[in-house]
């Protein structure tokens, strides 16, 4: 599903899956809406979280340092 050319198919396995090269793969992807649901997937690892602070995408980075601030606060 990583690699399918339908973004919301990509959107849907950045937020649920449990692989972390998949969740990797999708953090980079060219679509922001795809990058933007990487932060909420409960398995992304938090180094990730952190990069994508840096996202050229503002609702990315936004998302990002939500859900950031949420993990190094708990």
């Known amino acids: ?5 339908d973004w919301r198919v990509r959107r849907k396995a950045a937020g649920s899956s449990d692989s972390e090269s ?3 793969k999708l953090s ?11 932060p909420y ?3 992304t690892p938090l180094d990730i979280i952190d ?3 840096n996202d050229s ?8 340092t939500s859900e950031y601030n949420l993990w190094t606060k708990k």
């Open 22 to 24: 998949i969740i990797r």
């Open 28 to 38: 980079k992807d060219k679509d922001y809406r795809v990058r933007g649901v990487v």
């Open 41 to 43: 997937n409960k398995s």
């Open 57 to 64: 995408n503002e609702y990315v980075r936004r998302t990002a």
């Open 51 to 53: 990069s994508l602070q």
């Open 1 to 5: 599903h990583s690699d399918d050319n």
